[in-house]
């Protein structure tokens, strides 16, 4: 009888730490080590730049799930191609003007010395993203100044938060009908650890369509009323739209880092897993008229399942979406000060 209490007491335990070491517990992405991240941003115009910067090179993957990207040398992340690893990931704003961003970042990291070793010189790979954010704000644009500036924030290591900071600075969202009846948005971010293994996001959130909180379905921003007073239906307004095609004015992008182990091929899995976050959080999305991407990259050499991974990428890629939005929240008077579109 003892033998058997005891067997179940033993049992009893061992369940316990099972589940604390799968315990999921939310950490600062600084804590996740080879990787510097830094925002860069003009307030007045309303934009700005995030980098991600990777001085030892590591393998990326993406999924471009939206019909009108503004991107940079995402072919060279292509599982096809050769395994080139990526210095820096960057997120801006200015649609493709706001590309030239990673002229500012790759003069910084070859400046340091990091880059792939060609035999010649390092050649820095850095691959980009845009927003669309010309609506809002002056039409000042992303630069290499801004680049550069974002990368010197990264290595002074400043706390990186959710809110109208970095590529989120410009971001809205709800704008079926232009940027009268849209809402302001921003950059969100989030990080886990499970055990060894980390897992972070960081999102732009500038979509065409509604937002909604992955906790419980609720709408949190989106497409409003004509007088502002309330949310309308952007599914249900698509849907009965007599119009001419949306311009390609919207996009979410984001990224995903881990600390996983894992190839370019098993990250461009696990960023195509990561978007359900945007299904689950934004409706519409994906269209023609937004460029969404996520980016996926391994920093570590934690022995993790992909399948694991991809699932748990898109519920922090979730959780950013709602801090993206409940964190860049802006009273009418001033938001409309600021729209042209």
């Not at 801006?92 to 990291?109: H, I, K, T, Y």
């Not at 704000?137 to 400043?158: F, H, I, K, L």
């Not at 995903?256 to 990561?274: E, H, P, R, V």
Request: with cysteine.
């Amino acid at each position: 009888m003892i033998k058997k209490i005891l067997s179940a007491l033993i049992g009893v335990l061992m369940m316990c730490s099972m589940v604390e070491a799968a315990s999921m517990r939310e950490i600062d992405i600084r804590d996740i080590d080879g990787m510097f991240v830094g925002n860069a941003q003009d307030d007045r115009a309303k934009t700005g730049v995030t980098v991600m910067i990777f001085p030892s090179g590591v393998p990326v993957g993406v999924d471009i799930s939206g019909g009108g990207p503004a991107s940079r040398e995402t072919p060279v992340i292509s599982p096809t191609t050769n395994p080139t690893p990526v210095n820096a990931i960057v997120l801006a704003g200015g649609s493709a003007f706001g590309l030239a961003a990673s002229d500012g970042v790759m003069q910084w990291l070859e400046e340091h010395d990091i880059g792939y070793d060609t035999k010649v010189s390092l050649v820095p790979i850095v691959v980009q993203s845009d927003i669309f954010d010309l609506g809002y704000g002056s039409t000042r644009r992303p630069d290499a100044g801004m680049g550069r500036a974002a990368c010197e924030n990264a290595m002074r290591r400043q706390k990186i938060v959710s809110g109208s900071f970095g590529a989120g600075t410009g971001a809205t969202v709800g704008k079926l009908h232009g940027m009268a009846r849209s809402m302001k948005s921003g950059l969100g971010v989030y990080a886990v650890a499970i055990g060894d293994l980390k897992v972070a996001a960081i999102v732009s959130v500038n979509a065409l369509g509604d937002v909604f909180d992955h906790r419980d379905g609720k709408k949190i921003a989106g497409l409003l009323t004509a007088d502002r007073k309330k949310f309308s239906d952007s599914r249900a307004e698509l849907y009965g739209l007599d119009v001419k095609p949306i311009d390609r004015t919207n996009t979410t992008i984001g990224a995903i880092i881990t600390n996983g182990k894992f190839d370019k091929t098993q990250l461009t899995k696990i960023a195509s897993m990561a978007t359900a976050a945007y299904s689950r959080c934004i409706a519409p999305v994906g269209t023609l008229a937004d460029g969404d991407t996520v980016y996926a990259a391994s920093v570590g050499a934690v022995e993790s399942d992909v399948n694991m991974v991809g699932t748990l990428a898109a519920d922090v890629m979730s959780e950013a979406i709602r801090r993206a939005i409940v964190s860049s929240t802006m009273d009418d008077a001033e938001y409309l000060a600021n729209c042209w579109r």
